[in-house]
């Protein structure tokens, strides 16, 4: 395998379906015709039912909850006209729009918004997020099955008014209100249309600025239109958005230059020749890939191998992090950069997370951990295979570095490469399926939590199945006891972090910077770098 100089890497793992770059097509200049945006995905749509998407990256513009996210991840106006919470925390009561309306034009309520989130948490809807659920009264007793989802906080009071009981005080719990995963559902159409429901866009009502057309479910594109019925219309300029499935970044700049895409992402070797160019930008984002390890291996000899913290140490000390991007893409640990920032001094958390000697290039210490680690085990030799999706920019090249570089660094190693499907990817690793999974995280909200609540015991997206007492009672410290003192919950997750990142629960390979080029016609695009980053209910053609 030839040794890689540099990598050109793009999304990888569960959110790469929802990762989205805009572009546009050639329009007509004159009137409302021009207000036509195309936008290109990396894959389809997986789903478009709330309940059990795996992210909301694009979907956020047909789905709105108590508030929706503004600029600088900051929540604003969404169907509540307000939200109020008690002195204690744990109560908070939403007044609803009296002009919310569904896309069919009926009356979007109150118990729309119980019904949806009693649908989510339920078990037997097998909801990827219940888990965000947590902390709102009886949550974690309805997802362990010891109670009725009937009995989750959540109550109507009145038509228009939607009381929430939380069993501690939740610091980003307004910004998570913004979380499409909170928003409503019509318990009647669901009911109507049965099995139906959410196969196609036209078995969906729509609450926010757009509603989807032409999806059927697996198709490579589809359109969103302008949702007459939303509440703030008047302000939406855009009358359609057209998605287009491209795989390459290399199509992607090719439709550019011809004048049919209006904005398109760029592989780090573009950005080599075209970071001067007028039209370049560039959109941070707190995706952080990473390699899952199987700490429950169905192999007993590959499981003993990655339950060694020597050897997770020495897979990841033999990785150059900087071929990965442009540098500035280097993680130091599993919380992305940029997210969150210390109350009492405002250093960056990724910083403060950061412990030595764990997602450093040092083919020396890595090889010195190898061997460290095989004999304990009283092994000579390991043979993993690597999952991987296929359907990400440049994956072959990750996927290649990491056999390469494994192969030349620890002596003994063979590594075998999986590359499917993300969505068969996916499905294998909810169930246990692989050694080493190059899987990736995105933010949902603005707070460190968004990323350690995924390495809790028991949450969906702890593929490996990383189990540790002191992590998970800093957790609970953070999310209980220390709930409303924001410099104690601060170091909770600080030390907690490090105790994840001292044992390498998972290793941190890259955190996405995606560059594009955008034509200076596109305006009033909000990107953030955590929840529902694109949101086009503000942009339209100049």
Known sequence: MRKIKKI?????????????????????????????????????????????ATG?????NVFESFYRLGKNGQATAGLAKSGTVSKDGKTWTFKLRSNAKWSN???????????????????KTASPYAYLFSGIKNADEIIAGKKSPNSLGIKALNKETVQVKLNRPIAYFKVLMAYPLFGPQNEAFIKK???????????????????????????????????????????VKLKRINYQVVKTTNTGYQLYQQGKLDLTPLSSEQVKHLKNNKDFKTYPYSYVAYLAYNFQDKDATVKKALNNKNIRLALSLSLDRKVFGDGSSVPTGFVA???AYDPANKTDFAKEQKVANTVDYNEKLAKKYWKAGLKELGMSKL???LLASNES???????QYLQSQWTKVLSGISVKVSSIPSKNAYTKASSGDFDIYVSGWGGDFSDPMTFMQILQKGTSYNYGKWNNAEYNKLIKQALTTDANNVNKRWQDLVKAAQVANADQAVSPIYQQTTAYLQRSKVKGIIHNNAGTQWSYKYAYIK
């Open 8 to 52: 050109a890497l793009g999304t990888v793992g569960v959110s790469a379906a929802l990762l989205l770059a805009a572009c546009g097509s050639k329009q007509s200049s004159k009137g409302q015709e021009k207000q036509v945006l195309n936008l290109s995905a990396t894959a389809t749509l997986d789903t478009i039912d709330i309940s059990k």
């Open 56 to 60: 909301y990256g694009q979907t956020g």
């Open 105 to 123: 034009g009926e009356k979007i309520t109150a118990q729309d918004f119980v019904y949806s989130w009693r649908r989510t948490i339920n078990p």
């Open 193 to 235: 249309t049965g099995k139906k429901y959410a196969t196609s866009s036209k078995y969906m009502l729509y609450s926010g600025p757009f509603k989807i057309t032409g999806w059927k479910g697996t198709n490579d594109s589809w359109s969103f239109v302008k949702n007459n019925q939303y509440w703030d219309k008047k302000v």
């Open 337 to 339: 950069s940029g997210l």
């Open 383 to 385: 043979n993993v295979t």
């Open 393 to 399: 920019t440049n994956a072959d090249a990750l996927t």
